[in-house]
């Protein structure tokens, strides 16, 4: 017995329940399954991976055929309906060989593909919102992955920033952001995301040797309106101390997760640096997984239904690894 949400609504996206499906190996019962989902949930990313691995500039639609542990098969339609299959290898971004071991590496492979035939065709993947999220896990926080690409860019905003390295090229790593030199070294960060998130760590990256790095930030969520001096004068959410070898390294900094279960928007307030006139953050990352939010009077059982191996994972509420 498998269950998944049912809804009238086309757009609500079908929620895995049991979260063992994402390690479902490779097989020949499983094959058929994995392939049936994703030709489903991943029609135009299929058709933008088939012009670009393809190399057939007409694919009016794709689907995957064959399924292995190294590559995939993919059979492709032009505007006459003249099909073609070509084999497509895993590989990173690098153009490195890698290898999938199951459903859920996969979907991972599959996606950080398609993102690569995007920006090389520039199509867009028509992806799902929860496959938004990137695949890159964080080496030190288990279970969290980085969500910079689901933050809604028309909410990003930094207060007092020097308008030549804004906080915008801190999100995405390609610029630093710093303080504004002729007023001081406090930086007000305000975001959204696309949709709601579970935040677990994050990562700030700077130098404290000249002592631009931030030292204390405090951080709140639902206050976009908040301005510097109720940053100053309000209790945080949480507060964090950084140390030099934290933001020398940007190893993430794990949060209370109890505490950021449903994150819509958050607000960083940088209070101090190491002693520098002007703060500069190099690269700011944010670190956990999608939310969903669930009504359970739309769950009902449906028998002998085929579950989506490669659906995302939908963590449960998970107790403060803090303690507090």
Known sequence: LHLFLSSANSNKIEVVMEAVLEH??????????????MNNRYKQALRVCAKHYGGSADVASAQIVGISETQLMLRHFDARSQWTESSV???SA????????????????????ARSA???????????QA???????????PGAYLLNELLDSKTLECLNEDDNYPVSGAMSGSSALRSDPDVDHQLLIKLGFQQPVKLKAISLHGTSGDQTAPKLV???????????????????????????????????ITLRFVKFQNVTNLQLFVQENFGADVTCISHIQLWGTVAETVDMKAWKPVHDAAANPVAPIREPAAEDPSGV
Request: proline content about 4%; glycine content about 8%; aromatic content about 4%.
């Open 218 to 252: 405090k951080i709140f969520q639902g206050r976009m309106d908040m301005d510097f001096q109720e940053a100053e004068d309000q209790e945080a959410i949480q507060a964090l101390e950084l140390s030099d070898s934290q933001v020398e390294t940007g190893d993430p």
């Open 131 to 141: 496959d938004l999220m990137s695949s890159q896990e964080s080496e030190k926080v």
């Open 118 to 128: 995007s920006e090389a065709t520039g199509e867009e993947l028509g992806l799902p």
């Open 24 to 37: 479902t190996p490779l097989n020949d019962e499983t094959k058929p399954m994995i392939m049936t989902a």
């Open 94 to 113: 690098a153009g490195e060989a890698i290898t999938a071991g199951n459903a859920g590496a996969v979907r991972r492979i599959f996606l950080d593909m």
């Open 89 to 91: 290898a895993y590989q």
